[in-house]
């Protein structure tokens, strides 16, 4: 199946100088984890394993770099300039030359991230509508996502998509499927980002199917539980029809019994 990740052409990382790591007003080894973090775990958890499934192989690609709230910076001469999404997403750079950096520094990397996305949570949701946009944009990062499973409460919309346009971004257009599913194509993933009841999925229009997650899993759980429920009723009624025939047969025997013998 071809993906963005298997059609990218891998930069070479340009690593220029060490990295003072003490006098950082931050530690880089530590995630940026909010407050309200627990709100969001389960969706960054569910697209987190739909992109490394999708994208990564599953961590053996070294041309496909995915990370969640570490540091991106955006200043070479003040790396205490930073920003750090939810997810992010960069396809053709060296992956195994970033993490032992410990930052993404666009300008070692050859280029910024293809994708970022934001998950909503109250502590952060006014950050990621009026801040991160300007910042992203700076960067020059394709895409910005925004995911709300509350359905807007904190970001005013379920779901939103930008596309970087002449350096300002642009809204993506979204539908609301038969299905009631709201979608959102993304370019820069070339599949379709859903909100699905608060949950987040994936759809891929070339197949026409969502991917493999949470969802999947149990529905196709689901499916088998009913398919196995079914086949034991069958094997079962199966068994009771042969039970009422041996029954009746061995009832027919014992009458012939009797009438040989007489009694």
């Known amino acids: 199946m071809t993906t963005p990740a298997a ?17 950082l007003e931050f530690d880089p080894n530590e995630k940026n984890i909010t407050p309200d973090a ?8 569910e697209i987190l394993g739909l992109f490394r499934a999708r994208f990564t192989d599953f961590n053996r690609r070294p041309d496909v770099f995915l990370d969640n709230e570490t540091y991106i910076c955006y200043d070479p001469g003040n790396l205490n300039v930073r920003v750090s999404p939810d997810v992010y997403l960069a396809f053709g750079v060296d992956a195994r030359a970033i993490r032992p950096r410990k930052l993404y520094l666009p300008w070692e990397v ?16 006014q950050v990621d509508i ?5 910042i992203y944009a700076a960067i020059g990062v394709p895409e910005y996502w925004r995911f709300d499973p509350s359905g807007g409460k904190y970001h005013g919309a379920a779901l939103y998509g930008e596309r ?10 979204l539908t609301t499927e038969p299905d009631g599913i709201l979608k959102g194509y993304s370019e820069a993933l070339e599949l379709s980002l859903s909100w699905d009841e608060g949950w987040p999925r994936l759809y891929d229009p070339a197949m026409g199917t969502y991917l493999e ?14 398919e196995r429920d079914a086949a034991q009723a069958g094997w079962d009624a199966e068994r009771a029809e042969r039970l009422a025939a041996e029954a009746e047969n061995a009832q027919l025997r014992e009458q012939l019994r009797r009438l040989q013998s007489g009694s």
């Open 213 to 226: 997650g949470w969802r999947e899993v149990w529905h196709a759980r689901l499916a088998a539980e009913a």
């Open 164 to 173: 970087l346009v002449n350096g300002a971004y642009q809204s993506i257009d």
């Open 110 to 125: 050859g280029k910024p991230p293809d994708f970022a996305l934001e998950i909503a949570s109250e502590s952060t949701a």
């Open 130 to 134: 009026r801040r991160k946009p300007g």
């Open 38 to 45: 627990m709100e969001q775990n389960l969706e960054l958890a």
């Open 7 to 23: 059609t990218a052409t891998m930069l070479p990382y340009r690593r220029q100088g060490e990295i003072d790591y003490a006098s």
